[in-house]
């Protein structure tokens, strides 16, 4: 009876995850503040949508690097630039993904959000996946065009320096 209490336990702890799973909305100036938060680790930002069929294929390599590096100091944060309309989509998309990080959802609504957004966050290649160092810059941009493999060797390199 204890092994199968266990074993009910354990097949819970994803779903209990998962409900925690949300879709947080802010503005770029909370974006810009929940990367600073994270001084002294480094910091992968991940910009996707739910309508971008690279940006959901790649999503779970995310998660991936989350998972094997947040223990060395890798903080995760994803940013959905979907609308209102497909927010419900996005939320189920990470719940299914486990993406058990920080997620964000842009709510801008000015009229120049396109060019604020590829100013601030570039997103003509979606997905991209903007790194800062433990200092809080930003060191480099991947696309939807390279490898998990030279992201996560970047990556490794990175979280080793001190």
């Not at 503040?33 to 680790?41: L, S, Y």
């Not at 690279?54 to 979907?82: M, N, Q, R």
């Not at 800062?132 to 991947?142: A, I, L, T, Y």
């Amino acid at each position: 009876m204890f092994k199968s209490m266990i074993a009910i336990l354990l097949l819970a702890v994803p779903a209990m995850a998962a409900d925690k799973i949300e879709l947080i909305e802010t503005t770029y100036d909370g974006l810009d503040k929940a990367i600073a938060k994270e001084k002294g680790k480094v910091v992968a930002v991940d910009v996707w949508a739910t309508f971008c069929a690279p940006c959901v294929k790649k999503f779970p390599h995310f998660v991936k690097l989350h998972e094997s590096h947040a223990g060395k100091g890798l903080v995760c944060i994803s940013v959905s630039t979907d609308d209102l309309e497909t927010r419900p989509k996005a939320v189920e998309f990470l719940k299914e993904k486990n993406a058990t990080f920080a997620n964000y959802r842009l709510s801008e609504t000015n009229e120049n959000i396109t060019k604020e957004l590829n100013e601030k966050y570039p997103t003509d290649a979606q997905p991209v996946m903007i790194v800062f160092n433990r200092k809080g810059e930003k060191v480099k941009e991947f696309g939807g065009k390279d490898k998990i493999e030279d992201i996560e060797i970047y990556l490794t390199k990175l979280l080793d320096e001190k």
